[in-house]
């Protein structure tokens, strides 16, 4: 069975689409630790992001860096934090996580809630930078 973010790349479930290519796909994080955190995964369906191969890891690292930038520009914050989790979804994925301090990357923490208008706006703002 497909996890549910192969389900996004695909279109079957919605997802607030920052940017993709041909191998990666980035969307806004529908559970947020901050405004502007967004999700880079591989099209390609690994569970563990050290399964990848080293062209799909380098190529996966190296899209999560343009968009972390354009996050940087379209988002007040100090550094766009790095966080790889990947016990939720069997899917490898990177959390960019907009940050002011090291604390905004406490995944314990309350999430951020915003309506279907705001994460658009902030998708635009993200994707408008790139």
Known sequence: MASIFSKIVTGEIP?????????FYAFLDIF???KG?????PK???????DLDDELY?????????????IEKAIPCRKVGVAVLGLEVPHAHIHLVPMQSEQDVNFAKP??????EEFEAI??????QL
Not at 37 to 41: A, F, N, R, S
Not at 59 to 68: R, S, T, V, W
């Open 123 to 128: 998708r635009k703002s993200i994707a408008d």
């Open 44 to 50: 390609k369906e690994v569970d563990y992001i050290f």
């Open 58 to 70: 380098a190529g996966l690292q190296m899209f999560a860096k343009k968009i972390a930038l354009a």
């Open 111 to 116: 999430k951020k809630k915003f309506s279907p």
């Open 37 to 41: 955190h967004t999700l880079v995964i």
């Open 32 to 34: 947020p630790l901050a």
């Open 15 to 23: 997802s607030y689409k920052i940017a993709e290519d041909d191998n």
